[in-house]
């Protein structure tokens, strides 16, 4: 595995986790 799809995977893992947080901040919002 390269360095690349290491920084590739850690982004998604990065953008995923950040949505979970939005829709949680939505569920407590609401």
């Known amino acids: 595995m ?12 990065l ?3 950040a949505h979970l947080l939005v829709s949680f901040g939505d569920l407590l919002v609401n």
């Open 2 to 13: 390269s360095l690349g799809d290491l920084l590739v995977n850690s982004a998604h893992l």
């Open 15 to 17: 953008v995923s986790f």
